[in-house]
């Protein structure tokens, strides 16, 4: 009994760090505001990728976890690596194509519903009930929240190479939960974006880069890699361990709610009533999936409720 007990304490701690590092993502858009001209999406998404992945691996290796003598699952590894990389590819391009407000609420609104579901056929997850009350809450808040603030328009080349963002991201979560189970948090994003940088490589070798040469650019550029990559991607491992694929990815969607705060305190956005309803969806959906009671965070089997 106090070994179960035990298990759900540990996994409510593992919703709080997932909530943290989406939290920490949601700092992302802000930051990207107040880069200098001429950093466009493209070499700030790689930069990001590089220098988290880069500051990961000093982390790993002051931890010693790279001296880990288990063998790493190639494909896994691979997987997981390709999928961020791909991400980051398809997301931009989708949000390019049929705007911020479409691109956005398709890509991090499918992929809860992808992780779910890959998260059952992959790995045997049962999401359940609450999970799905939750996360239809948090996208009808996201739908609100977002669209209220951007132009719409629709784009079905747009709309598939989001829903491709989406399913990506998934990917990279039920790949990156296998590897979890034998190696560290930190040495897994280490590996991973250190890998998926090297293939966002070629991407901006003719770009340029003098944006990084300046102080604001330079900050900008720490930041995101730094806070939103190396510490978010920690807590978000370490968090992934404690709960279900399907609810690791309902709760990052606390980053479109952390933006739009920065973006009324910070950059002096007007919140309009349908994004302040759509803050209250996403709020109770995050509640009803993070408040620990003793059905929430249990594994399938011996009799127990389903992990949400």
């Known amino acids: 009994?106090?070994?179960?007990?035990?298990?759900?304490?540990?996994?409510?701690?593992?919703?709080?760090y997932i909530l943290f590092a989406a939290m920490l993502w949601g700092t992302t858009g802000t930051s990207q505001a107040l880069a200098p001209p001429g950093a466009g999406s493209a070499t700030i998404g790689t930069a990001r990728l590089v220098i988290g992945g880069l500051g990961l691996m000093v982390y790993a290796l002051l931890r010693g976890g790279l001296r880990d003598p288990r063998r790493w699952p190639l494909v896994a590894t691979l997987v997981a690596a390709a999928s961020m990389a791909a991400y980051q590819?398809?997301?931009?391009?989708?949000?390019?194509?049929?705007?911020?407000?479409?691109?956005?609420?398709?890509?991090?609104?499918?992929?809860?519903?992808?992780?779910?579901?890959?998260?059952?056929?992959?790995?045997?997850?049962?999401?359940?009930?609450?999970?799905?009350?939750?996360?239809?809450?948090?996208?009808?808040?996201?739908?609100l929240l977002i669209a209220s603030g951007g132009?719409?328009?629709?784009?079905?080349?747009?709309?598939?190479?989001?829903?491709?963002?989406?399913?990506?991201?998934?990917?990279?979560t039920v790949a990156s939960k296998t590897l979890l189970e034998d190696h560290p948090p930190e040495v897994v994003m280490a590996v991973t974006f250190c890998l998926g940088a090297l293939l966002l490589l070629p991407l901006i070798i003719n770009a340029d880069l003098g944006w990084l040469r300046q102080a604001r650019g330079a900050a900008v550029a720490l930041h995101l890699g730094l806070v939103t990559v190396a510490v978010a991607y920690t807590f978000f491992a370490r968090g992934l361990r404690q709960v279900s694929v399907a609810a690791a990815a309902t709760l990052t969607l606390a980053e479109p709610l952390t933006a739009t705060t920065l973006g009324v305190f910070l950059l002096g956005e007007r919140l309009t009533p349908p994004a302040f309803l759509g803050i209250l969806l996403i709020f109770s959906g995050l509640a009803l999936l993070s408040v620990r009671k003793s059905a929430i965070f249990q594994k399938p089997g011996c009799g127990r409720p389903p992990v949400v």
Do not use: D, K
């Open 89 to 143: 590819v398809f997301f931009f391009a989708g949000v390019a194509r049929t705007g911020v407000a479409i691109g956005t609420i398709v890509g991090i609104g499918s992929s809860p519903i992808l992780a779910g579901a890959l998260g059952y056929f992959v790995r045997g997850e049962r999401p359940g009930l609450r999970w799905a009350i939750a996360t239809a809450l948090a996208i009808a808040g996201c739908s």
């Open 1 to 16: 009994m106090h070994t179960n007990e035990e298990a759900l304490t540990s996994r409510g701690h593992g919703a709080w």
């Open 151 to 172: 132009e719409v328009q629709i784009h079905i080349g747009g709309i598939i190479l989001a829903v491709g963002a989406g399913l990506s991201y998934a990917i990279f």
